[in-house]
C-alpha cells in the first residue's frame, strides 16, 4: 500500500498549460483503469476532477484532462486559470485497497 | 444534491476510542460503496477504510488495520467508523465519500485530535 508518487509543486501563467504526473506501480496505476485526480482548495474538502483515467464529471471544464501510460497517471490544465491554483490529488482503486497521491500545489504566477 | 454529512470528532486522548458517523442524503445510500479518507493538518490525503454497498465486505489501510472498523447502516443512510486505540499520528480531517470505484462526492469532514 504504498502512496502514489507526485511532484510537491508546479507552476504556470495564465494561459498556459501544466502537466501533473502521478507514478503508482504494476499493482495499482498499472493495473486497473480507474485512477481519479482531485482539486482542493484551502479549507475545502476535494473535489472530483477526473475518474476513470481520463473522463469528466459533468460540470468540470474540458481544459481538465488526464490519461495514464503503464504505471504513471497524468492530469494535464491547459489554459490555466487564476482558479486553478489549489492542490491537486491523484488515486488509484486496487482492488482490495485505494491509495493516494501525495499532493501536487499547482502555482498560478 | 449528494450530501454527506461527518459527526463524531473531537480531542481524544491516546489509547481512547471514538466513534464517527457520516449521515447520507440525496441518493440511493444502499447502492454505493462508501469510504473513510483522512487528511492530517498540512499533508496529503490518506485512504483509511472501504465498506461494500450491502455491509457484507471491507477492506482497511495497514495502518489502522485492527484498530479500526467501518460499518454502516443502509436502514439509516449512515456509515460508521469506529477508531480504537487511538495514536497521535491518527491526528487528521476525516472524511467519509461515495464510491464509484475510487471516490466521487466528500463531506466536509469531522476533525479527530489524539492528544494527552
Request: proline share 5%.
Amino acid at each position: 500500500q504504498s502512496a502514489l508518487t507526485q511532484p510537491r509543486s508546479v507552476s504556470g501563467s495564465p494561459g498556459q498549460s501544466v502537466t501533473i504526473s502521478c507514478t503508482g506501480s504494476s499493482s495499482d496505476v498499472g493495473d486497473y483503469n480507474y485512477v481519479s485526480w482531485y482539486q482542493q482548495h484551502p479549507g475545502k474538502p476535494p473535489k472530483l476532477m477526473i475518474f476513470d483515467v481520463s473522463k469528466r464529471p459533468s460540470g468540470v471544464p474540458d481544459r481538465f484532462s488526464g490519461s495514464k501510460s503503464g504505471n504513471t497517471a497524468s492530469l494535464t490544465i491547459s489554459g490555466l486559470q487564476a482558479d486553478d491554483e489549489g492542490d491537486y490529488h491523484c488515486c488509484s482503486y486496487a482492488g482490495r485497497y485505494t491509495v493516494f497521491g501525495g499532493g501536487t500545489k499547482v502555482t498560478v504566477l | 444534491q449528494v450530501q454527506l454529512v461527518e459527526s463524531g470528532g473531537g480531542v481524544v486522548q491516546p489509547g481512547r476510542s471514538l466513534r464517527l458517523s457520516c449521515a447520507a442524503s440525496q441518493f440511493t445510500f444502499s447502492d454505493y460503496a462508501m469510504h473513510w479518507v483522512r487528511q492530517a493538518p498540512g499533508k496529503g490525503l490518506e485512504w483509511v477504510a472501504i465498506i461494500s454497498f450491502s455491509g457484507n465486505q471491507e477492506y482497511y489501510a495497514d495502518s489502522v488495520k485492527g484498530r479500526f472498523t467501518i460499518s454502516r447502516d443502509n436502514s439509516k443512510n449512515t456509515l460508521y467508523l469506529q477508531m480504537n486505540s487511538l495514536r497521535p499520528d491518527d491526528t487528521a480531517l476525516y472524511y467519509c465519500a461515495r464510491a464509484i470505484t475510487t471516490p466521487d462526492y466528500w463531506g466536509q469532514g469531522t476533525l479527530v485530535t489524539v492528544s494527552s
